[in-house]
């Protein structure tokens, strides 16, 4: 599909086919193209036949003078993107040598950007969003002197507007007289500090056309900048950029006009947006247009200048590499970037809000009620204030010409107003990383969702609060669901205690809603600190209790991996932490056998290149056994594990190392000696991966899942059959008319293979499909609901059922809750799970547990020590039943099989009539707990008896003999079931170190 050059706001016009506009190609060279055509010094030989047509080539990024800028930029390969403008009249024939290059990786047509913009309210005049979020409550915590710099990209400002003017960014290199202002002495027309940008003291125009234009129809409008890249931000014709300024950075207490968040911010603003006429709609129809290669040039100017914060009120109908590339440069870099979601009032996703790496933002009303006009979604991560808003207004606006001040409505404006509380936040603490800020700004939103029962899950942590996210605390919180069938706690005190909440009641502690029929939730337990934490890798040990894996924030260290052993109640045996002083994290791991544990996933640490394949042994006591580290010279990540029929571990995920270019999938095969057996990368020449799950076959050989793109913006589910050696047997794509990826792959009893996978289809779908051993698609099944549900990484196979695990947001949620929907094995949708609190869970490690239920493991933003943290919960075989022998006491010659039925701690004797026992206290041996009842043949414990105590170990002893003949141990840890006032047993299976007398 052809893609327009320009993108219209107002009306949407399209140039005449036979207009001599240029086309703009964006570039990536591969790693080990030779830049040996002298024309340019830019290009490889092998494109020298395509700079013959005329066009004009350019770096799309300029090289950093921070040598800790620098390294990120040549890693994210920001050095080989360049910029081609060709005539219309070429296009087709250099895009053919793009296509053909061997020195190519990446090439894509430069996207239309448009503002996030929408029609004033002209009744409604005043000033409310900053009360809503609560800012002068916020002030009141103390302020700091903390300058943070915000970066907004949008049509420019006007940079001496009365209210502005003070907190305006001046670059201390090209302040030649240092007197921290814009002044015509400074621009002497050299690049002082050399940073590429020739005296740019306040921001850069990045706005530069060089071909015939403007196109048909269209007029130049006296005033604007079309053709030079320069330094001059303004004047701000559309006035878009300098209403965004006023938001975000707004001089506080100067007793003019309006105010920001922040009292202590510098603004640098930079212009990638200008205006032309329409003469077709009559006399002064402005509209404006944009590239996204000027927004991605503007971030990486943005946080090279030292912004923190980067505030971007446009929005990119597609995703573009060079984009995306941007905004990852800015997280390297300690930056968060903040993106409208967008005005279509719809699921569409606009990018860069599309991306992990930037926070998506909605708009709201007075009410906290979703604007009209506002973009929806699972990837929406906040809310701000965006409705009939007073800002500041450019004075040389082609709509508002003189005014200072006027209203603004749409995602563009609540950008910049969570920008400016994210400045606010860093104010108070600039130790803070990118990372632990937005973790805070999502902990501390208000729950918007019981104003708004339509968007379930699609609108992020809630609205963003000020007060809060400075570390302000209220007394009480609110229970916001009205209707929630919610399970009040033992340690809430709520105005209604009658499980059905009404909105508006006070709690202390807000309370845990589980939408489960059987009401089957054993227990639950969160780990973690104040940062970003989630489990990711769960596994019962065979002799009772969990090792859990995944990866906590480290003050100091940034993500650490950690792995953990909880008894079977949950609660922490030991914990284990690794890594070095750069981001390293557990992803995944898988149990080899009672006695040992491998945890693995990526490091940037120890010597690792870029970013590393990682996989460390333990035991099950948390000793280290071996340790390897492995991957080239990109990035190379380990997603999941797997543990082979002959014994030998195979972890698979992605590499840009090495393969077939871009992006591939990747499986890496060891010994349990740690020797590499193989490596393979499995893809094609465009940016494939995956490779989030793989499960052994009986040939001992394996099956791992992922995707791979179909085109630029779609990509399919992908399934492929390996030999023992992880050679491809066959291999398929599932391609409909969504989005897809793999997340996860099993065995059915038979050897068919379940392949799980999520499917974009406005919202985030779940579909499963079976495979047969060699590869026969039998089925494929969507299961769409109304809000969003996503599969994360695990399904399990039982008797007569799948079972899936991840998070929804549809009917029935509190919010975003931990799911595990109940699938028949034909693929039938039978009930799904949902567990979870007031804001955000969800589960991406599980395992089914030998009493029937199931152990989960993910994140909570809910409850814990803040941000997310472990989430760690315990589903089905709550009851104290068990079978089978569980401590076995050598009194005699005869030995004694203890067992769990109903809450009675049972055993049986053999020969010996008569025999007394006594339970002692692990902690206090010398002394009698409770006298065990016995007959000839059998006793038991009742731990409702006196002397018996939730929360210790026991000891059984022989009265006879008075000596200890076992020295087996049992938790008899009572939990109370959430909707049920019966006891709640865990059983951990006995360790036996027996004498005989």
């Known amino acids: 599909m052809k893609r327009l050059l320009f993108l219209f706001v107002a009306i949407a016009v399209a140039a005449s086919e036979t207009t001599a506009i240029a086309e703009r190609f964006l570039v990536q060279l591969s790693s080990d193209a030779v830049l040996d055509y002298d024309k340019t010094g830019l290009l490889p030989s092998s494109l020298a036949v395509a700079n013959q047509s005329g066009m004009f080539v350019s770096h799309l990024f300029t090289n950093p003078n921070s040598e800790i800028r620098r390294e990120e930029y040549l890693k994210l390969g920001m050095d080989r993107w360049l910029v081609f403008d060709v005539p219309d009249t070429t296009k087709v024939e250099v895009a053919k040598y793009l296509e053909l290059s061997k020195d190519v990786e990446i090439w894509e047509k430069d996207a239309a950007m448009e503002p996030g913009l929408m029609p004033d309210d002209y009744n409604i005049y005043y000033q409310w969003h900053w009360d809503k979020v609560r800012t002068p409550a916020a002030w009141s915590q103390g302020t700091s002197d903390s300058a943070i710099i915000i970066g907004t990209i949008d049509t420019g400002c006007e940079i001496t507007h009365p209210d502005l003017a003070s907190n305006i960014y001046v670059n201390p290199g090209e302040d030649l007289n240092s007197n921290g202002l814009w002044d015509a002495f400074d621009n002497n027309g050299v690049d002082d500090d050399g940073n590429g940008y020739v005296d740019d003291l306040s921001g850069w125009d990045f706005f530069s056309f060089v071909w015939p234009w403007p196109p048909s129809g269209y007029e130049f409008i006296p005033g604007e900048d079309y053709f030079d890249a320069d330094n001059l931000v303004y004047p701000d014709l559309d006035g878009h950029g300098t209403s965004v300024a006023g938001l975000a950075a707004a001089v506080v207490n100067n007793s003019t006009g309006v105010t920001c968040a922040a009292r202590s911010v510098r603004l640098i603003p930079m212009k990638v947006s200008v205006v032309i006429e329409n003469l077709s709609s009559g006399y002064m129809s402005i509209e404006n247009t944009s590239l996204a290669s000027y927004m991605s040039a503007g971030i990486q100017y943005a946080v090279d200048n030292g912004a923190r914060i980067v505030s971007i009120s446009w929005m990119v109908a597609q995703d573009v590499a060079a984009l995306h590339t941007a905004v990852q440069y800015a997280r390297s870099n300690n930056a968060i970037v903040f993106s409208c979601a967008g005005n279509s009032n719809n699921t569409t996703v606009y990018y860069p809000a599309g991306y992990d790496e930037c926070v998506s933002i909605t708009a709201t009303g007075v009410d906290d009620v979703k604007a009209s006009f506002a973009s929806y979604g699972t990837t929406v991560d906040l809310c701000g204030p965006g409705t009939t808003l007073v800002t500041t207004s450019s004075t040389n606006s082609l709509l508002h010409q003189g005014a200072l001040y006027d209203l603004f409505s749409g ?23 990118d990372d632990e800020l937005q973790a805070r ?3 501390t939103a208000d729950n918007i969702y019981s104003q708004n029962p339509g968007y379930t899950g699609q609108l992020g942590a809630g609205r963003v609060n000020a007060y809060r996210a400075v570390g302000g605390t209220d007394p009480l919180g609110t229970c916001d669901r009205a209707g929630e069938s919610c399970v009040v706690l033992p340690h809430s005190t709520c105005d209604s205690l009658s499980g059905a909440w009404t909105a508006g009641d006070s709690c202390e502690i807000l309370e845990i809603c589980v939408n489960d029929a059987d009401g089957n939730l054993c227990w639950e337990k969160t780990f973690g600190g104040s940062g970003d934490d989630l489990g990711l890798s769960l596994y019962e040990l065979p002799g009772g209790g969990f090792i859990l894996a995944g990866y906590q924030t480290m003050s100091g260290l940034g993500r650490q991996g950690v792995v953990m052993r909880t008894d079977c109640s949950g609660d922490t045996i030991w914990t284990r932490q690794h890594g070095g002083t750069a981001d390293d994290i557990f992803m995944c791991g898988v149990l080899i056998d009672s006695t040992r544990y491998l945890a693995a996933g990526t490091t940037r640490s120890n010597g690792a290149q870029d970013v590393d394949g990682w996989a460390i042994l333990f035991n099950t006591d948390g000793d280290l056994i071996w340790e390897r580290r492995f991957g080239g010279a990109g990035i190379d990540s380990i997603q999941e594990a797997a543990l082979l029929q002959d014994g030998r571990i195979i972890l698979t995920g992605v590499t840009t190392s090495s393969g077939f270019g871009g992006q591939d999938m990747w499986a890496v095969c060891f010994d349990q000696f740690g020797v590499q057996q193989f490596a393979r990368t499995y893809g094609t020449s465009g940016a494939d991966g995956g490779g989030r799950g793989v499960v052994a076959t009986s040939d001992t050989g394996f099956v791992v899942s992922g995707y791979k793109y179909a085109s630029s913006s779609n990509r399919d589910a992908w399934i492929i059959k390996c030999d023992q050696q992880g050679n491809v047997e066959w291999d398929r794509t599932q391609d409909q008319a969504a989005s897809e990826a793999a997340d996860a792959v099993a065995l ?8 799980l996978h999520w499917l974009l289809t406005g919202t985030q779908d779940i579909g499963l499909s079976l495979y047969t051993y060699d590869g026969i698609l039998l089925w494929n099944m969507n299961y769409q609901e109304p809000g969003s549900q996503i599969a994360f990484r695990k399904m399990f196979v039982k008797e007569s059922e799948v079972l899936i695990c991840g998070r929804s947001s549809g009917t029935g949620s509190c919010n975003l809750d931990g799911m595990v929907k109940h699938v028949s094995l034909d693929g039938n949708d039978v009930a799904t799970q949902l567990i979870g609190h007031h804001m955000d869970e969800s589960f991406s490690g599980t395992t089914l547990t030998a009493d029937g239920g199931m152990a989960l493991l993910g994140r909570s933003n809910s409850i814990g020590a803040g941000g997310h943290d472990w989430y760690f919960v315990k589903v089905g075989g709550c009851e104290p039943l068990y079978t089978g022998v569980e401590l076995v006491i050598l009194a005699d010659t005869c030995l004694v099989a203890l067992h769990w039925t109903e809450s009675v701690l049972q055993g049986s004797q053999c020969g010996a009539t008569g025999l007394q026992y006594n339970v002692l206290a692990a902690t206090s041996l010398d002394s009698t707990f409770a006298l065990v009842a016995t007959t000839a043949d059998t006793f038991w414990i009742d731990p409702s008896a006196p002397g018996i105590s939730d929360n210790r170990f026991y000891q059984v002893v022989p009265v ?38």
Not at 748 to 755: H, L, V
């Open 748 to 755: 059915a009893a038979n050897g068919d293979i379940y392949m």
């Open 411 to 433: 995602c563009s404006a609540a950008t910049p107003i969570v920008s400016s509380v994210a400045a606010l936040v860093l104010s108070h603490e600039p130790g803070l990383s």
């Open 441 to 443: 700004l999502l902990s």
């Open 960 to 997: 006879a003999t008075g000596a200890l003949s076992s020295n087996a141990s049992k938790n008899t840890t009572r939990h109370a079931s959430p909707k049920s006032s019966s006891a709640a047993s865990c059983i951990r299976s006995a360790e036996l170190h027996s004498t005989h007398d």
